[in-house]
T-cell receptor, first 110, second 116 residues
């Protein structure tokens, strides 16, 4: 079963606005990752945050992790139409299996 | 292109037929994963290989499913006696050795299976 849940399930914003997606999980993790998937395509790795980290940046992406609340958030600043995609959080309790959430479908309107 | 490749990209088959998918990981990636993704859902883990050894299998992987990675390079996923419920996108991913990186996974484009 999928043990990461993203919120909201769908998000529609205007180009230039910021987009925030949240992820909750149930069990302890070693790290948490965020992936992007364009419609009908494979997944692209965006960013990985380790359990001992609280915040990480990569370009227009900012990820936070709160292990006490078992939650993470992905912020995309100054969104672009090309950011339209589904975004998944994926938790790992070890070095092998990664468990994906249900995803947030982001639409950025030009 | 040195990314993960999967073949075929699309497969349409009739219920009861067998199908086989192939995944070629990024070279020197010793870890390989198979996932299944249905519409509107995230990928669900099926199985994991480290080199040629299959180290973990999900309960989703019924007896009709078998995966191999005979030489520790490419992998195949076979589904026997396909059912309509097997219709999904089958994704393959690979990772470099643990000493190089955590389990950041590089995904292929997927094989979309439709069982009629």
């Amino acid at each position: 079963s999928q043990q990461g849940e993203e919120d909201p399930q769908a998000l529609s914003i205007q180009e230039g606005e910021n987009a925030t997606m949240n992820c909750s999980y149930k069990t302890s993790i070693n790290n948490l990752q965020w992936y992007r998937q364009n419609s009908g395509r494979g997944l692209v790795h965006l960013i990985l945050i380790r359990s001992n980290e609280r915040e990480k940046h990569s370009g227009r992406l900012r990820v936070t992790l709160d292990t006490s609340k078992k939650s993470s958030s992905l912020l995309i600043t100054a969104s672009r139409a090309a950011d339209t995609a589904s975004y998944f959080c994926a938790r790992s309790g070890g070095y092998q299996k990664v468990t994906f959430g249900t995803g947030t479908k982001l639409q950025v309107i030009p | 292109d040195t990314g993960v490749s999967q073949d075929p990209r699309h497969k349409i088959t009739k219920r009861g037929q067998n199908v086989t998918f192939r995944c070629d990981p990024i070279s020197e990636h010793n870890r390989l994963y198979w996932y299944r993704q249905t519409l509107g859902q995230g990928p669900e883990f099926l199985t994991y290989f480290q080199n040629e050894a299959q180290l973990e299998k999900s309960r989703l992987l019924s007896d009709r499913f078998s995966a191999e990675r005979p030489k520790g390079s490419f992998s195949t996923l076979e589904i026997q006696r396909t059912e309509q419920g097997d219709s999904a996108m089958y994704l393959c991913a690979s990772s470099p050795p643990e000493r190089v990186a955590y389990n950041e996974q590089f995904f292929g484009p997927g094989t979309r299976l439709t069982v009629l």
